[in-house]
Structures are given as structure tokens and as C-alpha cells.
């Protein structure tokens, strides 16, 4: 590959040619965040008396001081200023950290909000990388990036794990006020949606098609979001997609949808079905905050989210599916979605609906009760939340099939799922 490595003043290469390199354990010096510490990121529009540009600033312990091989925590607090620059914008901006941080020839970046998992090379520290340069890289590249956008970029990152852990409730608050922006608007009120393909840079025939019922799999791009970043770039990575002729409303499949994927992802893909993944999943790529696969034994469908470490009852961890099903490619009975889509009405939709939730790890059941609960009343399925299993009550296949006669799940008497 040829390298154009862009001019930050920073010890290391940055370029896109990196995007795709990971950093595997042994070539790592620390990370940050993946579930290891608690780590965040946000990005916020101030004042312009409020930002310094270029400033970057370090709270806590600097590289030195964080043993080799360790786990730190990390917040990466963005603010940004500019005569153009609108509060609408910022989740779209804050999508960029992702490709940026990837940049670097010894960073390395995924997944998005409070949920990232950041690491710096040996190679990197050795050659004089500390904390304070991924602040730098940052704050160059959004200049570089947005220059209409942005008058000023100043970073803050925070290593101080008390402060981190209060920043990340503050910016927990602010992800809570973006959802709640889409929330109401329906899918089958738009004729327009946009797709995402910010991530074909590693999965290179990866394509989100987002809805207002559906967001980005990695639950950081809603459909406001995506009709948002067209306006900010009408070049870039999220294009409007015309729905065009239904082809079935059960299965959410769009004339319009099939013929943009088709053409995104270089012909790889034929058909795309927005709700159903059975057969036309959409792609994974390998950002998602929660992976949906069919469990045939129970004849229901299990969730698990990229915080849960455990084993689930299809057999394998978070981990081991994710490396089954990334990579841009569509797996026909596994969905790479975000959180919040459970919460839709789309959820399920042409596999029979919420009633074929069997199972999800106790954290995410947590995360979303208050919510989830409320929307199964609404349906009237007030006591399908205790019915969904979680991994105190059912760790194995066998374990599980017990609990669902148990507890009289929907799933075990509904169509057979295959
Ligand atoms: Fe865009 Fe999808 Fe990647 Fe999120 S996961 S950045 S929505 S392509
Ligand atoms: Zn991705």
C-alpha cells in the first residue's frame, strides 16, 4: 500500500492505509475501556470563548505511569466551536473518533460511546507516544476534516479513574437526550432512508441502512443522524436511500433498499431485508453493540451485548460470535444491531415479534428495563419481561429449555422459526 501519512506532530504515522491494522494483546502496550475499565467518549459544540483550539489536555496519569500491559480508564471529551457548528451535529462527529483514533499506525479504536475499547502499540510507546497524542491527532484531524464545520478543537482526556467515572455519567445523560430525539418517528413515515458506510474502510462491503425504527448498528448514527451528516457532507458516507417499491412490509424489503446495497457494497449483496434476519440480514461489520441470532432448539431468538464476557447458550461468548459474523459479510440468522433497536417495534418483526425473545445477559436486561418494560405493557405483555431468561437462570441450551417450559414462554408454541 502506498502511505500518504498526513503532517500531525505526533511520533507516529497517521493515515487511513492503519485503519484496517488491529492490535493484538502482545503487541499491546495498555488499553483502555472494552469493558476492562470504564472508558467514554463525547464529542460537544461550546462557545467559542469556551475552546482553545489545538489545546489538549491530559487528567491523570500520563504513559509513564500506566504499567505495561494494564487496563486504564479513559475519557475522550471533544469540544469543538465554529459559526456553523450545531448541537444536532455533534453525534456525527463523534462518529469520526472511530476512524481517527484508527489512523494512527499504533492506536487502535473500536466500538463508540461508553462502550469503547482503545489500545497504543509497544511499538508506538517506544517511539514516544503518550496519551496527549491521541488529543493531538484528534484535534488535528477534525480541523483537517471539517474545516467549514470547525473554527476551534480542543481535547481533554481523562485517565483519573474517579473523574472518569463522573464524566461518563454525564455523558451517559447526553447519549439518553439523543435517542429520545428519534424517538416516536416511524419508518413507514419516511420515504427516504440513509445508509452508513463509514466502516467499509475494514469491512469493505459493509453497508448500514438506517431507519427511524432502526438505527446504525453501532447505536451511535440514528436516522436524524444520518440525514444530518448528508447535509454536513453530501459526498460522504451517509447517502439518502430511496425506498422505492415494497416488496414485503412483514419483511421490511424496499426496491430502492436492494438496488443501494447492491451498488454499495460493490455487488456483493443482493437483497437486504430491514426486519428480518433470516434469510437478507443486513451486513456486520464489526461495530455492533448487541448480536441477534436464532437459538432453533427453543425456537426463539437470543440477544447478547459486547459488555458480557460470559458464555450465552448458543455456546459461545460475545467474542467468539463476533468473530464469526464481522467483516462486512450477511449471516442468515444473525444481526449485528444496536441497543436501542430491541426497544423498536421492528424488533422481530417477521419472526413473530418480541414474543421470540428468549434469552439476554442480566446486564443488558438491566440496562434496558425501565424501557423495555414499558414497551411490553403497552402491548399488553406486561410479564414477558420475567419470562426472558438471562444467564443467573439458564447458561446452556439444556438449562435454557427448562426455564422457557418453566415459565411458559410465547416462543416454545409460536410458528416454528426455520
Ligand atoms: Fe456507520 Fe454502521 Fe459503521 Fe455505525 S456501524 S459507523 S452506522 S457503518
Ligand atoms: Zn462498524
Known amino acids: 500500500i502506498r502511505v500518504t501519512v498526513t503532517a500531525i506532530p505526533i511520533p507516529m504515522a497517521c493515515s487511513p492505509a492503519f485503519e484496517g491494522k488491529s ?3 502482545e503487541e499491546m502496550y495498555a488499553e483502555f475501556g472494552g469493558g476492562r475499565s470504564p472508558a467514554f467518549e463525547l464529542l460537544r459544540v461550546r462557545p467559542e470563548a469556551e475552546v482553545e483550539d489545538g489545546k489538549v489536555t491530559v487528567i491523570g496519569p500520563e504513559i509513564e505511569t500506566i504499567p505495561e ?9 471533544i469540544e469543538v466551536a465554529g459559526k456553523t457548528m450545531k448541537k444536532e451535529y455533534e453525534p456525527v462527529l463523534e462518529r469520526r473518533i472511530h476512524n481517527f483514533v484508527n489512523y494512527g499506525e499504533g492506536s487502535w479504536h ?21 496519551v496527549e497524542h491521541i488529543g493531538k491527532l484528534l484535534a488535528s484531524k ?15 482526556l481523562i485517565t483519573d479513574p474517579e473523574q472518569v467515572l463522573t464524566a461518563k455519567k454525564e455523558a451517559e445523560a447526553i447519549y439518553d437526550e439523543r435517542d429520545a430525539r428519534i424517538k416516536g418517528m416511524k419508518d413507514d413515515d419516511a420515504d427516504t ?10 469491512a469493505p462491503d459493509h453497508v448500514c441502512v438506517i431507519t427511524p425504527e432502526r438505527p446504525g448498528l453501532c447505536g451511535a448514527i440514528s436516522w436524524l443522524d444520518g440525514k444530518i451528516a448528508y447535509e454536513i457532507s453530501p ?4 447517502q439518502p436511500v430511496q425506498k422505492g417499491g415494497l416488496i414485503s412490509a412483514e419483511n421490511g424489503e424496499f426496491e430502492g433498499v436492494n438496488r443501494f446495497v447492491r451498488k454499495a457494497s460493490h455487488g456483493a449483496i443482493e437483497r437486504c431485508q430491514l426486519y428480518n434476519f433470516m434469510e437478507y440480514p443486513m451486513t456486520a461489520c464489526g461495530c455492533f453493540e448487541v448480536i441477534a441470532l436464532v437459538l432453533p432448539e427453543v425456537n426463539g431468538i437470543m440477544v447478547v451485548n459486547r459488555e458480557y464476557k460470559g458464555e450465552t447458550p448458543s455456546g ?15 449471516t442468515p440468522g444473525f444481526a449485528g444491531i444496536s441497543k436501542s433497536y430491541i426497544l423498536s417495534d421492528r424488533f422481530l418483526q417477521a419472526e413473530g415479534g418480541i414474543d421470540r425473545l428468549v434469552w439476554m445477559p442480566s446486564v443488558l436486561k438491566e440496562e434496558l428495563a425501565s424501557r423495555l418494560k414499558e414497551r411490553l405493557k403497552a402491548q399488553g405483555k406486561g410479564d414477558l419481561f420475567e419470562k426472558i431468561a438471562d444467564e443467573r437462570n439458564a447458561e446452556t441450551i439444556e438449562a435454557l429449555t427448562e426455564f422457557l417450559a418453566g415459565v411458559d414462554h410465547p416462543a416454545l408454541t409460536m410458528d416454528s422459526i426455520l
Open 23 to 25: 492490535i493484538r494483546k
Open 69 to 77: 500491559g494494564s487496563a486504564a480508564p479513559l475519557g475522550i471529551v
Open 110 to 130: 473500536v466500538a463508540q460511546r461508553d462502550l469503547i475499547w482503545v489500545r497504543l502499540s509497544k511499538e508506538a510507546v517506544k517511539n514516544g507516544v503518550r
Open 142 to 156: 477534525f480541523r483537517i476534516d471539517f474545516p467549514d464545520l470547525l473554527d476551534a478543537v480542543q481535547v481533554t
Open 193 to 202: 432512508f440513509y445508509s452508513c458506510t463509514l466502516c467499509q474502510t475494514f
Open 235 to 238: 459526498a460522504g458516507a451517509n
Open 316 to 330: 459461545m461468548s460475545f467474542s467468539t460470535l463476533a468473530g464469526t459474523i464481522g467483516g462486512g459479510v450477511q
